[in-house]
């Protein structure tokens, strides 16, 4: 759930998420989040290098890190590792407001051997693809740290700090979290050679999806990316996105949609076309099918809820 807006994200090459940082030139991502603002109150599945963290401020959400549902309650959180699929979602349409932090394992990279010795055994421990913050013990000293980390955002979130020393605090924060997870995380543990190789069979058949989504695609073409048969494909997507190709295919379609239904005055045939969808017709009987209702009511909504 990185994304800058609820509404859009970029990507690189191989599908990982494009992290759109607070501060360009600063590894760090920090936002205030409510579900609502993501179509159906569900992002879509992704990962990214970054460590994130997820601080739930108000009510609850549903994480799923490689297809293990995590329940999240108030003041409770996760941390996902670098490289897992995740996303977050309410089944029950529910509100939630949390705390997203993102930071990239790439601001140590400065000094090879403190990288290797102490950043990979977080960013690389196969026995912790995701962590639980139970909100007690060090989990709890954690989840304040992410606090903090908040504060200097949250006055101008879009911004860098007033005062440029206030990166000595940041650090801090950082460096402080990380110690904690050296510490305590699980031992390494030799990864599973099957749920590897499922997983980056599923990342590749995910980035083909997202490199060709706007095109005629079939199942076939879906499990070809990822060299299984369509039972195969349709087996990985179930087991860890708890979702059918062709689902997430359409759900793709309509997130990114989206963006040019609200930032731009393009007819609904145009962006129907445009992203997938074979025509005005399908595309709005689509849309309402998974948000309840029609692209202009969505559009007209999200003007009325947007502060001026």
Request: aromatic fraction near 14%.
């Amino acid at each position: 759930m990185a994304e800058q807006s609820a509404y859009c994200s970029t990507f690189n090459p191989d599908a990982s998420e494009n992290v759109a940082y607070n501060n360009p030139l600063f590894p760090l991502y920090v936002r205030y989040g409510i579900l609502s603002a993501y179509p159906n109150y569900s992002a879509i599945s992704h990962w990214h290098d970054d460590l994130e963290f997820i601080l739930i401020k108000k009510g609850r959400m549903t994480y799923n890190v490689n297809g293990t549902l995590i329940d999240l309650a108030e003041h409770t959180g996760i941390l996902v590792n670098s490289r897992q699929l995740h996303y977050g979602f309410s089944a029950e349409h529910q509100e939630c407001e949390f705390l997203c932090i993102l930071f990239s394992p790439e601001i140590f990279h400065g000094n090879p051997w403190f990288y290797e010795h102490l950043i990979e055994p977080i960013t690389e421990n196969t026995a912790c693809p995701c962590l639980y913050l139970s909100g007690h013990g060090w989990q709890k000293t954690i989840l304040e740290h992410l606090d903090a980390l908040y504060r200097f955002f949250q006055e101008a979130p879009d911004q860098p700090p007033a005062q440029p020393d206030a990166y000595f605090d940041l650090f801090g924060c950082l460096t402080a979290i990380l110690k904690i997870l050296y510490q305590n995380l699980p031992a390494q543990q030799p990864a599973s050679a099957a749920e590897s190789q499922e997983l980056a069979a599923l990342k590749a058949m995910i980035s083909y999806i997202e490199e060709h989504f706007s095109g005629h695609l079939t199942l076939q073409d879906i499990a070809n990316a990822g060299a299984c048969c369509k039972s195969k494909c349709s087996l990985l997507f179930r087991k860890y996105l708890r979702d059918t190709p062709i689902s997430y295919l359409t759900k793709l379609r309509l997130r990114n949609s989206i963006t040019a239904l609200l930032g731009s005055d393009a007819c609904i045939t145009d962006i129907a076309l445009e992203y997938g969808f074979g025509g005005a017709s399908y595309y709005c009987e689509t849309f309402r099918k998974y948000y309840g209702i029609s692209p202009l009511q969505y559009k007209k909504k999200f003007a009325q809820d947007s502060p001026m």
